[in-house]
């Protein structure tokens, strides 16, 4: 079920008790070959698997979020953590006047704002919310060999990207760089790349996409 489908009364009754599921992204620097969309049309396809779902609401994607590391570059937009924590909190507010069993946030951007700030939410809103990163599910991808590295613009959402939307990979412009260790200080490379999006492949992308799915729908079903 897609919760922007319905009219505010079928809301009430079509929510109540049921998991909303929102796929949480940004508008977000991505290197030279990846467009701003990124983390927010990752998050949205891997999703859409439950519009047919009776038990979760899919709620629509959420194309900005607290920004840190990025924030400094040209086209990333976005609140930075402190505005974010009010502006999240009145979200899952209303989200809570539909009377849900759980709010789950599935973050394309999996950042540590995302994170401390969630885990401060879940207290407030009595262990009501919960979330899945893809951070941490990139992690277990290359540990399971799908990809070779890990990285923000990197191997992985390059070859998401190729599989969900190649018209917008400019793989012509990709280069490998990295994040110095102490980035907060010194700022991130150049290009805004930490990884290597040069060993992206669409096949790659297409056992990603499944990984990701499977990794949500276990979590929900634990719910």
Known sequence: ?????????????????????????????????????????VAEKICEIFYDSKGVVVAPVMNYTGLKATKQMPGTVGPNPAEYEPWL?????????????KVFFFLGHDGSTQRRILDKMKEEFEDKIKYLGASSIDKEAHEAGITESVGHAGEGETSLMLYLDSECVKMKKAIDEKWPENY??????????????TMATVEKGKKLLEFYRQK???????L
């Open 1 to 41: 079920m897609k919760l922007d489908e319905m009219s505010w009364d079928e809301a009430i009754v079509k929510c109540k008790n049921k998991i909303i599921l929102v796929p949480h992204g940004s508008t977000e620097e991505h290197g030279y070959h990846l467009p701003l969309k990124t983390d927010a049309l």
């Open 89 to 101: 909190r009145a979200i899952i507010s209303d989200f809570m006047k539909l009377k849900p069993k």
């Open 184 to 197: 907060n200080e010194l700022g991130i490379s150049k290009s805004g790349i930490n990884g290597k999006p």
């Open 216 to 222: 949500l729908k276990k979590a929900l079903q634990s």
